[in-house]
């Protein structure tokens, strides 16, 4: 046993019972008295608390105690130690060894005793434990690796007389004076910081409770309070205050038990009540609880039980403890709202977004340690732009945090690949990560030298769709508008209804204007929501309906892809709830779903296709009989729609039926693309004229428009190539000429 070293804290318990065993005068030091040496330790004394009141332990140890044999007085004498009491310290020894533990502490000590025969100690621990040996010694032994943590960390108190009521408490804080220096400084703020320590200084109901959108700087407002403190710029009140952050993740871990977390809760507030600040009158401490609204509720286990919002009235109540709270206008109102006693407790701060000037006045302080942390230099167009460009782009996030992220990942992407070399991050670099990061097109986000492909855009469709000059025009002409700045900000890019008869391009502008740009094509078919109640799949079915927890699909798809083309196929044929959804969209480029988040349209180019009416536009109309069957429509388009929808687009295209000039393109193109599949198996394909003439005659209707071309190129052509590559001559590649014969094509 002298090989085992002990700790010095299981030093002072042993020495407390020989003390213990002195007082009362008696011959042998017994596990009794050690049991009430440990009751007196602030850490056994706390984990005991969680399953029994250590004062009645104590109370029962006594007055066994009280009834063992005593010592006349007057001589001096060295109690010894008693079988029992070796046998617990032989049994904490095997204790220390099985577990590989370098020294004896008062863990072993407790399962020393725990583990003896016909001991009224381990009788009475026990009996007080009912069954929760093991959940108890858990406890404990948390509660003493704290203690070591604190002393690999250099506390500066010395060990021996260090109390364990610090280290109880402390391990479930986070002291912020201890660590204002490593955070960044508050910039701004100054009317909301003077608000909060003006109501921190009130004699009743002097906890601030800063409610902000998420990423505004509510944190960031704490920790510029601290420095205050730190620096000695506080009212007298409040000089050489301690603040303590509380963890809710911290108390709840590991609370299996009910008592456990009211225990904690109880452990904080008193050690932080007890603990006065450095000044030379007591100054009362802050507690600074983020998200403050998880109060509400937690540690109950029904309806109408106690939650830790309960448990803090009185601590709000007393003064001696000054609370800071934290949440966000959406969970104040879910959760906290509903504690009316703890917003009577509260005074309200409102920590609004800074402006896009105040966040770059924030962003310019900051810009020094987020230089020196990348070890880059930031142009000051780029912090600029980084503001103003998240502010327009990034809607679902707030000022100053959004921006601080781009220029932090710029530089982040910037050290990547710096290779050690002074790398100064532009305009252009932020514009990169902002088009990576939140999916938004780079076109869009203006780098200069990219102008060139917008240029190009007009001639780029026109090689891919045919005899839709008009259409093409306006779609380029909304895009280009919106990259040079001269439409509403608040509306999508463009709003455009394509009217035309079937199979003449409307669906393929709307595609490859989406290639072109380089950006997703989100397409609905919304054939699919001729029912009202299909209607409510597109932001989400109401609360309480099946699906509620989905989502919607327009919504997220638009979340998911802020930058793309909309296409909303035959939208005369959905039920008319969906025109009252589009309104908001086309007046103010926002949509809510049913959880109340928003999808933000800005970046998108809304199309939206219709052949209504073309049932009724199969004559000419008028004594000309020049008037298309597009224009024919839109008279029908005009009673099919509402005004106030066809009011706020920005375009109505009407499509030209389709003639010959056009249909021969088509079959062109149709033919080019035969041709790329045809290489892949090396097969090379020539059409005689009177071949191409007979297909461009099979598939040129003015009904059906192109898509009759497919069908003809699928029916008259593909058959006769597949059986050659399959079973005949172009098994190995080859040249095929098709040519007509006998009233159809023929392969020779």
């Known amino acids: 046993m002298a090989e085992i070293k002990h700790t010095l804290r299981a030093s002072r318990i042993l020495n407390k019972a020989y003390e213990c065993c002195k007082g009362y005068r008696h011959e042998y030091i017994m596990p009794e008295h050690l049991l009430l040496a440990l009751i007196e330790d602030y850490n056994f004394n706390a984990a005991l608390n969680i399953f029994y009141s250590p004062f009645q332990l104590e109370e029962r140890v006594k007055e066994y105690l009280e009834g063992v044999e005593s010592l006349p007085e007057g001589r001096e004498y060295i109690p010894e130690t008693s079988v029992q009491m070796g046998k617990v310290l032989e049994l904490a020894v095997q204790s220390v060894v099985s577990s590989s533990a370098e020294e004896l502490d008062i863990p072993h000590l407790t399962k020393g005793i725990l583990a003896l025969e016909d001991s009224w100690a381990a009788f009475l621990l026990k009996d007080c434990l009912n069954g929760k040996e093991a959940n108890f010694m858990s406890q404990l032994i948390n509660f003493y690796e704290f203690d070591d943590d604190l002393e690999a960390k250099g506390d500066d108190e010395d060990t021996e007389s260090k109390s364990s009521d610090k280290a109880a408490w402390k391990r479930l804080v986070t002291c912020m004076n201890d660590l204002f220096e490593q955070q960044n400084p508050l910039i701004g703020r100054e009317r909301e910081l003077q608000r909060t320590i ?193 502010a327009k782009h990034v809607n679902d996030r707030f000022l100053p945090d959004k921006a601080i992220d781009l220029i932090d990942e710029a530089g982040a992407a910037a050290e990547t690949v710096a290779d050690g070399l002074a790398v100064s991050i532009s305009k252009a670099d932020i514009a990169d990560v902002l088009a990576k990061t939140c999916k938004v097109d780079a076109l869009a986000i203006a780098k200069d030298d990219d102008y060139q492909q917008l240029e190009s855009l007009t001639p780029r469709m026109l090689s891919q769709i045919y005899g839709q000059d008009e259409a093409i025009r306006q779609v380029v002409e909304a895009v280009q508008m919106s990259r040079a700045g001269l439409l509403d900000d608040n509306k999508p890019l463009a709003s455009l209804l394509f009217v035309g008869p079937t199979g003449v391009g409307k669906t393929e502008v709307a595609r490859v204007l989406a290639k072109e740009l380089g950006i997703e094509l989100i397409r609905f078919d919304m054939s699919e929501y001729t029912e009202k109640h299909a209607v409510a799949k597109l932001i989400g079915s109401p609360a309480g309906y099946v699906g509620y927890e989905d989502g919607g699909l327009l919504t997220d798809a638009i979340r998911k892809s802020p930058n793309a083309v909309l296409l909303l196929d035959e939208i005369e044929k959905a039920h008319q709830d969906i025109y009252n959804i589009l309104l908001q969209v086309m007046d103010y480029a926002k949509l809510t779903d049913n959880k109340g988040r928003k999808a933000d349209f800005r970046n998108v180019v809304l199309i939206m296709t219709s052949n209504a009416g073309a049932q009724f536009a199969g004559q000419s109309i008028g004594f000309s009989g020049n008037v298309s069957r597009g224009e024919a429509m839109m008279k029908q388009v005009k009673r099919t729609f509402k005004p106030e929808f066809l009011n706020r687009l920005s375009g109505t295209v009407v499509f030209r039926d389709m003639d010959k000039e056009m249909a021969t393109l088509i079959l062109k193109k149709k033919l080019r693309e035969l041709d790329a599949k045809l290489e892949v198996k090396e097969v090379r394909m020539s059409l005689e004229p009177e071949a191409f003439e007979y297909l461009l005659k099979e598939g040129f209707t003015a009904e059906y428009g192109a898509r009759e071309m497919d069908r003809v190129i699928a029916q008259r052509l593909k058959p006769l190539l597949m059986r050659e590559i399959l079973f005949g001559s172009l098994k190995n590649g080859g040249e095929v000429t098709v040519s007509v014969k006998d009233g159809g094509l023929s392969i020779g």
Request: with cysteine.
């Open 198 to 390: 003006q109501v921190l200084c009130r004699k009743d109901k002097n906890n601030p409770l800063h409610v902000g959108e998420p990423g505004v700087g509510k944190t960031a407002l704490v920790w510029g309070l601290v420095r205050m403190i730190e620096e000695g710029r506080v009212p007298e009140r409040l000089q050489g205050c301690k603040v303590y952050q509380l963890d809710m993740g911290t108390l709840l871990a590991g609370t299996q038990y009910r008592g456990d977390f009211e225990n904690r809760i109880k452990m904080i507030m008193d050690g932080v009540a007890a603990e006065q600040g450095n000044a030379a009158e007591p100054r009362p401490n802050i507690v600074y609880i983020d998200e403050i609204h998880t109060l509400v509720g937690a540690g109950a286990t029904g309806e109408g039980a106690m939650d830790a919002s309960n448990m803090l009235k009185p601590y709000l109540e007393a003064g001696n403890i000054r609370f800071i709270g934290s949440t966000t206008y959406e969970e104040y109102n879910r959760h906290f709202a509903r504690s009316k006693g703890m917003i009577r407790r509260f005074q309200q701060i409102d920590i609004a977004e800074p402006t896009i000037d105040e966040a770059k006045h924030i962003l310019r302080q900051l810009q020094p340690r987020y230089e020196e942390f990348h070890q880059v230099k930031y142009d000051d167009e780029a912090i600029d732009f980084a503001v103003e460009a998240s």
